[in-house]
């Protein structure tokens, strides 16, 4: 299951997932655009549309999964958004609700549904997108960063609590180019690029590789973590 794959990194996230053999589930609040998403993934794929945060969406998304396939082993938190551009001084207490509402109550939602039908007695994965702005102050972005700080410590909170039959963990990535992010780069890709040692922004499947593996034996022996997936911006201490 991939909350919000109907584009952007979780479009690619689902991609990658059914490149590799698994099928998958995919969630967005626009029917034509989940429904465009599922024809392109082909016959593994299936879409429920709806609002993640939404916990008669969530019943239903595991619901149909299990009737259809009869099990949910990896559960992807990607759908996110940031309605709350600003300073956090200037971002009403109610708008502050709605952030966390989506980006942080539509995870936790849907990995205690995910772990009640399913993991708790099968096991798997849960993988969140969380963000670097998530990891320390963003200009601009401050309620969207302290709702994903929250979704950093659910991470560690599930995981020690679905130990040892869940493995729950994050990834934290800085500007991946998606309509998402483009704010923040459009006309100005170059000069913030040349912040990033690794000499450019990011790319879905930056971020869609790392979700595969974390989802897969290869980490059988990780949980509780965030990944940093940054092109190494966060590297440097400020000195210039
Ligand atoms: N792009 C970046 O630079 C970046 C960096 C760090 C973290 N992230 C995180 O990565 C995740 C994906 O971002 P993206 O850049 O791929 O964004 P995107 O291109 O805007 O895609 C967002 C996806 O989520 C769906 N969605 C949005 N709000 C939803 C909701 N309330 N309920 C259900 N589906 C919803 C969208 O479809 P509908 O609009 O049809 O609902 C779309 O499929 C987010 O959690 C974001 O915070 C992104």
Request: charged share 15%; hydrophobic share 50%; net charge neutral.
């Amino acid at each position: 299951m991939v909350t919000g794959g109907s584009r952007g990194i979780g479009l690619e996230i689902a991609r990658t997932l059914v490149a590799r053999g698994d099928r998958v589930c995919v969630t967005g609040r626009d029917a034509e655009r989940l429904a465009a998403a599922v024809a392109e993934l082909g016959p593994h794929a299936m879409g429920v549309a709806g609002k993640a945060h939404d916990p008669e969406h969530q019943a239903e998304v595991v619901e149909r999964v299990l009737a259809a396939w009869g099990r949910l082993d990896h559960l992807v938190n990607n759908a996110g958004s940031n309605p709350a551009f600003g300073p956090l001084t200037d971002v009403e207490p109610a708008l502050l609700a709605k952030v966390f509402e989506i980006n942080v109550l539509s995870a936790f939602g849907f990995a205690r549904r995910a772990w009640s039908a399913w993991q708790h007695q099968h096991g798997g994965t849960v993988v969140n997108i969380a963000s670097v702005a998530g990891l320390g102050a963003s200009p601009f972005l401050g309620a969207y960063g302290v709702s994903k700080a929250a979704l950093v410590n659910l991470t560690e909170q599930l995981a020690h609590e679905l130990a040892p039959l869940v493995r729950v963990n994050a990834v934290a990535p800085a500007v991946v180019k998606t309509r998402f992010a483009s704010a923040l780069y459009e006309g100005n890709e170059e000069r913030l690029a040349a912040g990033y040692p690794l000499g450019r922004l990011g790319v879905p499947s930056d971020v869609a590789g790392v979700v595969a593996f974390l989802s897969s034996p290869a980490a059988a022996w990780l949980t509780g973590q965030t990944l940093v997936v940054d092109g190494g911006v966060g590297l440097t201490a400020g000195t210039g």
